[in-house]
């Protein structure tokens, strides 16, 4: 494969053979960070992020006779991360890519993969695997790329994350909403989520859409919310309403989408519950959700909607109804993490679709 040097704000990155892909590769971005060293603020009192000490990039170091490490330990329920840091991870990524997305969008379990995916279809991209980015966190899912990308979707200037964060990989739900707050300073007004999850509503079929209108957060019923901890009011505040999470206009829109795509014998509208993960749901769990209005459940999306939420960002989110849930006892059923990839592979250009159109909308609407 040819290759050929680019320059990027005076230092070199990789161009692809196209000439329109441009991948930092985890070497090169080391020498970047080292040469031009993004201002990170970390702990209390403040310290200067030094690239050249022992101090780590990705956050997860523990407590130092220095007092207190970076944006927190990586297990603190408790969300720490400064503002100060948040916006110095995003000034990294605009010191590095020359477009300025005001779109957002997380890809799901399936949607995320390697070839073909979402990510792929950006043109003009220049993408992060996650490890290169300061303080971010790196995903260990299998079917889960990890990479920030910025680029073109049709016409409309995005970025993408090819692979999010669950609590169940041992992140805090601060940690795992973490990359919606530098989408905010980065200066996107709308996020868009997808996931995989399983239907509960007896009229879902495996590969319908759900467009989510609301959620239940059960992680926030047991006393888990990625809000948790010190307010910064530059933010958000304390208490933010969440009950207009999911954008009564947007959510017209994708329908309007959805009509187009001559695609609504497949698209629904429900609810979402989420659940920690990784365990699938018992069938007791299951009828449980069911009889509390749940039509799809799954392991994401709420403490993202609920950040983006409490920062002002418009958010949409959507599910790709992976599998059924279980609910009779005498089925030999299982759910499993292949059927999720599967049909999130099998569904990847309807739902390319499907998010180029929204997309292209939403970026009119805006325009108005
Ligand atoms: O990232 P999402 O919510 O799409 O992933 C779902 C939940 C688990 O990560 C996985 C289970 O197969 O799919």
């Known amino acids: 494969m040819s290759s050929a040097k680019i320059a990027i704000n005076g230092t070199s990155a990789t161009n692809g053979t196209n000439g329109t892909a441009k991948e930092m590769n985890g070497a090169d971005l080391k020498k970047l960070k080292n040469a031009n060293p993004p201002k990170v603020y970390i702990g209390s009192p403040q310290k200067e992020f030094n690239p050249s000490s022992n101090d780590s990039l990705d956050g997860n170091q523990s407590p130092t006779e220095s007092g207190p490490p970076c944006c927190v330990e990586a297990y603190s329920p408790y969300n720490s991360c400064t503002y100060e840091l948040i916006e110095s991870v995003a000034q990294f990524l605009l010191d590095r890519v020359s477009i300025r997305p005001k779109i957002g969008i997380i890809c799901g379990s399936g949607m995320d993969g390697t070839t073909g995916c979402l990510a792929d279809a950006l043109t003009d991209s220049t993408s992060f695997p996650y490890e290169t980015i300061p303080y971010f966190p790196t995903p260990t899912v299998p079917g889960h790329m990890g990479r920030l990308v910025f680029g073109y979707l049709g016409d ?4 993408c994350m090819q692979g999010r964060f669950h609590y169940y990989e041992g992140y805090p739900l601060w940690k795992c909403a973490m990359p919606v707050r530098v989408m905010k300073l980065v200066g996107v007004t709308h996020l868009l989520a997808s996931n995989a999850a399983g239907g509960l509503n ?6 319908d859409i759900m467009i989510i209108k609301d959620h239940i957060n059960l992680l926030g019923f047991a006393g888990n919310n990625p809000l948790m901890g010190p307010n910064d009011e530059r933010f958000g505040p304390r208490f933010p309403a969440i009950n207009r999470a999911y954008d009564v206009n947007v959510r017209r829109m994708a329908k309007q989408v959805a009509t187009e795509m001559d695609i609504n014998n497949i698209t629904h509208e429900g609810v979402y519950s989420v659940v920690g993960g990784p365990s699938f749901e018992t069938i007791a769990e299951i009828r449980m959700l069911g009889a509390l209005g749940v ?11 609920i950040t983006a939420r409490h920062c002002g960002m418009t958010s949409f989110a959507f599910s790709l109804i992976t599998n059924k849930s279980v609910t009779d006892y005498e089925s030999y059923e299982e759910p499993n993490h292949e059927e999720v990839i599967d049909m999130g592979k099998q569904r990847e250009p309807v739902l390319k679709e499907f998010i180029t159109r929204l997309v292209k909308k939403i970026e009119d609407d805006r325009d108005e």
Do not use: L
Not at 156 to 159: A, G, N, T
Not at 202 to 207: A, E, F, L, N, S
Not at 295 to 304: I, N
């Open 202 to 207: 007896d009229k879902y079929r495996v590969g």
């Open 156 to 159: 409309v200037p995005v970025m």
């Open 295 to 305: 039509d799809a459940v799954g392991m994401s999306t709420v403490h993202e909607v």
